[in-house]
């Protein structure tokens, strides 16, 4: 019998209210530092219709939705300024079951110190893995997680030093000791009724029920909350050396971090007298080591790259060893990725395509309560054209060659006028008939839809 939850567990409500706080804190510090510097804000508020088609995504929290992006970015003038840089870019969507998510991407102040030194604070995405960051595995920064066809990114809070020499080399080093899971998707957790379901198509929600010795019986869950001192304060730590020139980058980092997301495990008891099962839920905090390289070549619109990531997880949870449990734990497993593509893009199309393939090994069988591996040797095309200023047709498949999983997006833009955009597209998931892949519990979560998009 498994009982595990593959999805975060809704973090308390006070860690929210702080969260909420930051950004307030962000928004206000962006506001009274946009004079004297080149400022660009953009966005868009817009709803989307997957009602095209009755036969086709009728999943709740897949039907409609609203959204809302906001981008504002204040940069210096020239490459050396006494003056800060900022930046805020923020998302949410409503979905028709009334979940609102939000995902704050990047919030940060900074400047430089020097012409060779610059300093960071605030929440920012490390681009020091390309190949997390175009697969979307989500093991240096967080993952936005509306959906999982576009993971998207968000960054860490903490600080950020970066130091240049005049002879191309590069030093970075990250220091945080804050912490902030993922919070997408979320789990909605009764702790009246005792039970845990999900409002979003993309959450994972524990079973309801489980059959043991021929009878049917009940779950009911019974959720531990952490403390919010327990949650917030985690430290990070990375160091990045690097190379970049006119044509070259290359980035080497290695980071230790707690994971993206919480990891519960189970304390489950049977009671025949009572017919019904009791699973006792505790989030834990795992921390793990990140470590890997990339190398991106560059030449006016030709971009080629190759990179690897390695994770090596905890084997144990950050608690108390003295305390001993009995209880169901996910298996934390080792991680070892490697892949390369080629991209070329300019006003008119952009062509790029990438391949991934996981090096570490990973036995079903072997491995029941580990989590499966989201891509393990896949192909990715995208291409976009832009038939003059109105019209842009988009396209990203993802094929993965040893579990058939498939992911295909079909997007169409019309530009109506300067502020009004129509978006018509599909997304399509495709999984082998045995079910045993990570995208099998998320194959009806199909889309064919349409929306209106207000633009600024």
Known sequence: MRYQLHKNIEIIKEMKKLFKCVIASSLFM????????????????????NQVSNNVGNVPGNRYNADFEFDFHRNPYSEFSSRLESRFTAAALVNDQSLAMYSVQEA?????????????????????SHIDHVWGFGKVNNRRNFDYFTPGEEGLIGL?????????????????????????????????????????????????????????????????YPEV????????????????NKHWVLDNFIMRKPENTLTPSVDVNISFVEGLITAQIDPKFYYHDVYGSSLKYRNKDLEMYISGIAIRPNTFPDVDENVRYTEIKSKKQREDYIGGGISRSNDLYTVAFNYVA???????????????????????LLAS???????????????DMLTTDRLVMVRGIYNVSKFLQM?????????????NSFWSPYSNNDAIYGGLRYVF
């Open 30 to 49: 962006t506001c009274i530092l946009v004079s004297a510097a080149e400022t660009r804000i953009e966005g868009h508020l817009g709803a989307v219709s």
């Open 108 to 128: 940060y102040i900074g400047g430089n110190l020097t012409k060779k030194d610059n300093l960071r604070f605030g929440r920012q995405i490390l681009p020091w």
């Open 358 to 380: 996981r090096l570490s090994p990973f036995d079903r069988e072997k491995d029941d309560l580990a989590l499966d591996p989201r891509w393990n040797q896949a192909l990715n």
């Open 160 to 224: 950020l030093y970066e130091r240049k020499s005049s002879n191309g080399m590069r030093y970075r080093g990250f220091f945080s000791g804050l912490y902030v899971p993922e919070l997408n998707p979320a789990l909605d957790i009764d702790k009246k009724d005792r039970s845990i379901t999900t409002r979003n198509p993309w959450g994972d929600a524990p079973a309801t029920s489980a059959e043991v010795d021929g009878q049917r019986l009940p779950v009911k869950y019974d959720v531990n």
């Open 385 to 399: 054209r832009n038939f003059g200023r109105h019209l842009t047709l988009l396209a990203d498949v993802k094929f």
């Open 423 to 435: 978006n018509l597209g599909v997304n399509m998931i495709g999984t082998a008939s045995d079910g």
């Open 229 to 244: 001192s327990d949650v917030i304060y985690r430290y990070t730590v990375g160091v990045n050396v690097g190379f970049e």
